[in-house]
């Protein structure tokens, strides 16, 4: 009989052993999902921190040399001046930057501000392409009557459309701030 009660404390402990070592098991491998998954939100908090900074700052700078380039192109007269270029290209460069930016992070970025986003760029796209109308080397000087006439509708489009980057700005500004404040609340 003691040997009996030897054998069925042995069994006991080695069942009791397998169960343990089972859910010793099943806890590594939820602890190793956990984690898993932990890391995964913090990338993506990583990457959403990074992303709603950097396109406050291009929508800033974007909106500011604009209003600078429409500033002064009231004095285009008899063409573009090689400083008034430089920040022209300075400008286009900032466009091209958000359309990248744009594609790169689309994925981390909400509806709503992707569409606002995207919006913007599309208006800077046309100021892109009447700015590159008016700084056409042709119309730099000895225009035409006709190319004067689309020469002054050109920069005064230029205006209209600061007007509307303007307003959009408005919109996207406080959307991007309660994104970057989100974030840095989670």
Do not use: C
Not at 123 to 129: K, L, M, R
């Amino acid at each position: 009989m003691a040997s009996l009660g030897i054998l069925a404390y042995f069994i006991r402990r080695w069942i009791s052993e397998g169960v343990a070592h089972h859910f010793q098991l099943l806890l590594e491998k939820n602890k190793a999902v956990v984690d898993l998954e932990k890391r995964k939100s913090v990338m993506l908090l990583e990457r959403r921190a990074d992303v709603y900074p950097e396109f406050l700052e291009l929508a800033y700078r974007l909106r500011n040399g604009f209003r600078h380039i429409v500033s002064v192109s009231k004095n285009w007269r008899d063409g573009v001046p090689g400083g008034d270029l430089v920040e022209i290209g300075d400008l286009k460069e900032r466009v091209y930057e958000l359309t990248d930016n744009l594609y790169r992070s689309r994925a981390f970025i909400d509806e709503d501000a992707f569409g606002d986003l995207h919006s913007y760029k599309r208006a800077f796209q046309d100021v892109v392409v009447l700015l590159n109308r008016v700084t056409r080397p042709d119309l730099q000087s000895g225009r035409s009557p006709e190319e004067e006439r689309s020469y002054r509708e050109s920069i005064a489009v230029l205006a209209e459309e600061y007007a509307k980057v303007d307003r959009l700005y408005a919109v996207i500004v406080p959307k991007l701030k309660r994104h970057v404040e989100s974030v840095l609340e989670t």
